[in-house]
């Protein structure tokens, strides 16, 4: 059994910074790739950003040069460094994680709002 746990969500004013953390525990083997995707009220699940085991990354065309994707590959740990937050960004950010399977974590709610 897999959990990945996010943490770090909550509430900021727009130019804010956030980070987020996603630990991975259980039976897992290798992790290929980390992400991280956000899913705003009413709108479709889309990727913010990934990084391979061998650090390469991607991301989202929206948050290009204001985030930053990292990960601990000695604690299974993926971090996502949110900075000059705007209140599009508001929305459930998941953690993913490809191991063999994908596995995805509950979410975790970040609004930006004055």
């Known amino acids: 059994q897999v959990q990945l746990v996010e943490s770090g969500g909550g509430l900021v004013q727009p130019g804010g910074s956030l980070r987020l953390s996603c630990a991975a525990s259980g039976s897992i083997f290798s992790i290929n790739s980390m992400g991280w995707y956000r899913q705003a009220p009413g709108k479709q699940r889309e990727l913010v950003a990934i990084i391979t085991r061998g650090g390469s990354t991607n991301y989202g065309d929206s948050v290009k040069g204001r985030f930053t994707i990292s990960r601990d590959n000695a604690k299974n740990t993926m971090y996502l460094q949110m900075n000059s937050l705007k209140p599009e960004d508001t929305a459930v950010y998941y953690c993913?994680?490809?191991?063999?399977?994908?596995?995805w974590g509950k979410g975790t709610l970040v609004t930006v709002s004055s």
């Open positions: 993913n994680i490809v191991a063999g399977v994908s596995y």
